[in-house]
């Protein structure tokens, strides 16, 4: 099979080259770093579904037993409690909500799960200079003169990936916020907070501003504050104004500072993540503010959306046109977190009289009065992308999509909705999750025809013939938690893509072998 070259071995390239693998696709891995720095927390929050991603390739349940569980967030004003809650869980799935841990551990436990697969080929030292695409692939040129013939490409270069974009002429429009935010990771022991996220909106220690503190593995916790755009960092450690500011949170706690840094928060995104045969991924496709944790957390459902379609194509079950359907559901991702954490932006640092009088108003009235205190926004937290209007998904009418649900919640399952984790009884698998992301799945509920689904193959294409299980709910849920969750009525068949993602819920073969064959980037089959 042809190789796929990947562009950056940060997590995002890392999680991009291990799935290419798990379908036995070829990587060479590439950075134009010398070796992993692995210095600071970074991307910290990660979400119970991109843990569900990385346990497909060996790494989820350490990333998540390593690092801290936290299940309550703690929303202060001024010097006053305006609520907690706690983040909800069904019951069903192998992971929690969410798990801190630095972007460092986590890359050195993806490099772990790297190290044993002989088809990732990593080199360090690489950086890309040149791309130039013809119709039988991509040659991708380093500095010093290397050239690597592939495929294709996926670009995880990161923030800072402006010659890859340049290279390939795609815009990233944006803009970058005037404040500055300030971070240290601090180690001490403070009782009671190893299990909390905290937000503090204009405390008396950071008047006018905001404050962030999360726990980290090690009794250390991660603080970000919001500073003016002059803020001198230097300056403040000289002065003992950064002792003070530390204190000023913990008290009179010992501490010592593992890290700290200085940033600006940029909103932007490509205007195309397909550039002919090279895929954006990542921060190299997209910037947002971390409020919410949809950074790191939206390129892994970028890295697992890439590596099937390209293996799909690679295999020749799929051609080249299921890989436009990359661009169209990840960059509707990308617009749905700018949209989300451009909201909490302006609600943390308004933008005029009418967000300040706004911010100001629910503030006040968020203490005393529920309808309130659910427009407090210091973000909402990462959560999977819905493709329900993806050209990959087949709607059903009888399943509506009702919108962005309420934080904390899921969409009912149903086209273009990732399905529930939930446990099934079958050989060599104990989640349905897993099941899934063997490749194409179709689940037949109650007295659907279960027989097995003719061998596809689109009309006027060469396609490699795709053999599809279909597996009795009633086989791998004898208890019917599967049946419940899904909602699965009888005579129902539903069609799971390899991401785990519903691609459409019919009841007949004919409407069956037409999802599929939409599912797959080909033309729909016209059928009685």
Known sequence: MSIVVVIGNGPVGQTTALLLARWGVPVVLLDGRAERDL???????????????????????????EGVTWTTARTFHRDEE??????????????????????????????ERIAGSPLIDVRWGHRV???AQDSGGVTVRCEGGQEIRAAYAVACAGARGDDIRRMLGVSFDGHSFDDRFLIC????????????????????????????????????????????????????????????????IIGGAPYEIVWKSVYRFQSRVADRMRAGRVL???????????????????GVGDAE????????????????????????????????????????MNFLVPQNEEQRSTRLRVLAGAAGDPAV??????????????????????????RPFAGRPPRGSVPAAGPGILVPDVPVSTVDRSRLRELARDGFLVLAAGAADAAALPVLAAPGAEATALPVPVVRLAEIDPSGVLAEALGARPGELWLLRPDAYVAAVVTDRAALEAALHRALGRAPVPHP
């Open 39 to 65: 210095v600071g927390s970074k991307a910290i929050c990660q979400q119970r579904d991109v843990l569900d991603v990385w346990e497909s390739v060996g790494a989820g349940r350490r990333i998540a037993d």
């Open 82 to 111: 305006l609520f907690a809650y706690t983040l909800g869980d069904a019951g069903w799935s192998a992971f929690p909500p969410f798990v801190n841990i630095s972007q460092a551990r986590t890359e050195e436990i993806l490099d």
């Open 129 to 131: 200079v040149g791309l």
């Open 185 to 248: 990771d601090i180690r001490a022991d403070l009782p009671g907070w190893a299990h909390e996220r905290r937000f503090h909106f204009d405390p008396s220690w950071n008047p006018g501003r905001q404050v962030l503190i999360h726990p980290c593995p090690d009794s250390t916790f991660r603080i970000d504050w919001q500073v003016p755009g002059d803020y001198d960092l230097a300056a403040e450690e000289t002065s003992g104004a950064l002792d003070a500011r530390i204190r000023a």
């Open 280 to 298: 954006l991924a990542g921060d190299c496709a997209h910037l947002v503010a971390p409020f919410g944790a949809r950074g790191l957390n939206s």
């Open 305 to 344: 959306n890439a590596a099937w379609k390209l293996a799909c194509v690679l295999r020749g079950e799929a051609g080249e046109e299921l890989l436009e359907s990359y661009h169209c559901e990840r960059h509707a991702a990308a617009v749905e977190n700018l949209e989300v954490t451009t909201a909490t």
């Open 373 to 398: 205190r659910a427009h407090v926004d210091s973000g909402r937290l990462a959560e999977p992308f819905w493709y329900v209007t993806s050209p990959l998904t087949t709607p059903d009418p009888a």
